[in-house]
Nanobody, 126 residues
């Protein structure tokens, strides 16, 4: 059983940066599928960034070039560096992990992931 805890959210002005962290109780072995999702009020949960097996990455078109997903195996932590934030990035951000191999071509939907954190709020003002 994995336990995930996000941190690092907050309120920033447009153009600012935040780094989200996701501390994982288990081990972030390379064959796990790790991801960040977000959900704005009244909208579906959407994939933001995915870190697959072997280090492959995938990003939503809306965040490409601005967000970077990474991990620190020694500290069992997943990160999301968010730069040049926009008001439309405002949402609750969740990390999730699945115990399967995945790549940038794998399915990337919320129901595909079993283990979730509680979420951290990001608010970007114009």
């Amino acid at each position: 059983q994995m336990h995930l805890v996000e941190s690092g959210g907050g309120s920033v002005q447009a153009g600012g940066s935040l780094r989200l962290s996701c501390a994982v109780s288990g081990n972030l072995y390379n064959y796990y599928c790790r991801t960040w999702f977000r959900q704005a009020p009244g909208k579906e949960r959407e994939g933001v960034a995915l870190l697959g097996s072997g280090g492959t990455t995938k990003y939503a078109d809306s965040v490409k070039g601005r967000f970077t997903i990474s991990k620190d195996n020694a500290n069992n932590t997943l990160y999301l560096q968010m730069n040049n934030l926009k008001p439309e990035d405002t949402a609750m951000y969740y990390c999730a992990v699945e115990l399967r191999v995945c790549t940038a071509n794998s399915r990337w939907r919320a129901p595909d992931f079993t283990y979730w954190g509680q979420g951290t709020q990001v608010t970007v003002s114009s």
